[in-house]
């Protein structure tokens, strides 16, 4: 048997190891139970069983780093340990010496990449139709599914978005066919067996959102309610009157039957789960303020947001990221207004900016996404640092998907999720060199054997390229 197969083989059986205890085999604290000190009235079924990849005491020298959150150390030491953030500065770091000493002379360091907006394993690669598993069509109200019942942790696009974009947390969300698309789910980027072993620990949930286009045209075509932008806001604010209605008789003598959908709305009315609302044009993004403010709930960040720019200071105002992308432009009348100094806007009005990819190919190239949207920034006049520019796929997305207590940044007492660039990030040549997850190295370019090859691409041709 040639090596690389053999190699193959190894990494199965280590990864099989690590990811031993299933959901069946072992529970732990659910995700939301993990996050949250209010009391729920039913237990969060489908916990995470996340265990982090054993790792060893790890510092990296000499390097460049950006810390995620606007900070850039020159000649910095970064030093690893218990899969954690353990000491972070100058070349005066302290340094065990039975660490594992990286030199990253010439080289940068960043928090781990994180995109908010992805469909890896609802929409997996082969995109085919048996795999297409990220919109329940059937109904423009579905908060009752959950995205992560569709993943499937095999999607080879999961190791390419860790070797080619140092992705080492993403949120994967529900399709935007339906007004209400169900729960999101947030994943560290590990090779797992189960769903449940990816969910990021103590992450909250989500609740995908759509506004405008896609809702109207997938039901209005069927002739059925929404067909127009006023079918959306009344079938919005019919359901969220239901869903305040049920929340007012759980709290009442005589509870009712569950319902999996109204528990999804219940827990976004008590700021339990959080709101992803995919919209564009600049109007709607007013009209669902509007209309959060009526049923008291919060929109945590509106996703592509193209017209953000229009309203960047209420936004900034309100608290609502955009997650958008750089310059993603007219495959659709709504997104005709687009244009490519969004964010740089955005962040000039001290809103929080967001790089996003809703795409299994540019979350492979998020960091030069972000590097785009700061060139035009720069280009109109607007002085955005390198470092900033990071914080747009690292810091910003973790804190609107509720982790940036754990990750996001180089801080002390933080998960190390880690990724050491062979240059600088922002660089359209540089290329993740190793990436680590809670201080685990799980992908080293300069070492085959560790180089993730999913199941599905064992025996396949071009098994475990990430070109």
């Known amino acids: 048997m040639k090596l690389k197969g053999l190699l193959a083989i190894a990494i199965a059986g280590t990864l099989a190891t690590g990811c031993a205890a299933t959901a069946a085999e072992k529970k732990t604290a659910s995700a939301s139970d993990a996050s949250s000190t209010k009391a729920k009235s039913v237990e969060t079924a489908f916990p995470s069983t996340y265990l982090a990849y054993p790792s060893a005491d790890t510092a990296i020298t000499g390097v460049t780093l950006y810390d995620g959150e606007g900070q850039r150390i020159d000649n910095a030491t970064l030093f690893m340990s218990g899969g954690k953030i353990k000491s ?32 890896l394993g609802d929409y997996p690669t082969p995109s085919v139709a048996a795999h297409s598993d990220g919109n329940e069509a ?24 860790m070797a080619n974009g140092g992705i080492t947390s993403l949120q994967i969300l529900p399709g935007s066919a ?46 059925r309610l929404p067909s127009t932008r006023m079918g959306n806001l009344a079938l919005n604010r019919q359901t969220w009157i239901n869903a305040q209605d049920y929340r007012k008789k759980m709290n009442g003598s005589k509870p009712p039957k569950r319902d999996l959908a109204m528990e999804t709305l219940v827990g976004v009315l ?27 709930y919060k929109v945590t960040a509106f996703h592509h947001a193209v017209e953000s720019y229009k309203i960047a200071d209420i936004l900034a105002e309100e608290g609502i990221c955009s997650a958008i992308w750089a310059d993603w432009w007219g495959f659709k009348m709504e997104a005709y207004d687009a244009i490519p100094e969004n964010a740089a806007l955005l962040h000039q009005a001290g809103a929080c900016t967001i790089i996003h990819s809703d795409d299994e190919n540019q979350i492979q190239r998020l960091n030069q996404e972000a590097a ?19 914080s747009w796929i690292t810091y910003n997305p973790a804190k609107a998907m509720g982790i940036a207590d754990q990750t996001g ?7 190390a999720d880690v990724v050491l660039w062979n240059g600088n990030p922002l660089s359209v040549y540089s290329r993740p060199e190793k990436v680590w997850v809670d201080g685990a190295m799980l992908y080293d370019s300069m070492d085959p054997a560790r180089r993730p090859v999913s199941d599905f691409e064992l025996g396949q041709p071009g098994e475990g390229d990430v070109k």
């Open 138 to 161: 059937t109904s423009p109200v579905t908060p009752q599914v959950w995205a992560e019942h569709s993943v499937w942790p095999q999607d080879p696009g999961f190791s390419r978005a």
């Open 178 to 223: 339906n007004l209400f698309g169900g729960r999101s789910v947030t994943l560290k980027n590990v090779p797992a067996r189960t769903v449940q072993r990816m969910k990021f620990p103590g992450a909250p949930y989500g609740m995908k959102m759509a506004c405008g286009e896609n809702p109207k045209r997938v039901y209005g075509g069927r002739n």
């Open 88 to 119: 972070v500065g100058g070349p005066d770091v302290a340094v065990p010496d039975s660490a594992v000493v990286v030199d990253g002379t010439g080289k940068f360091v960043t928090p781990g990449i994180i995109d908010i907006h992805s469909h």
């Open 409 to 415: 940044s180089i801080k002390v007492g933080k998960m």
């Open 270 to 296: 008590d700021g339990e789960i959080l709101v992803h609302n995919h919209c564009y044009r600049a109007d709607e993004l007013n009209q669902i303020i509007d209309m959060s403010k009526e049923f008291g």
């Open 372 to 390: 785009k949207a700061m060139s035009d920034g720069r280009a109109m006049g607007i002085d955005i640092s390198d470092a900033t520019a990071i």
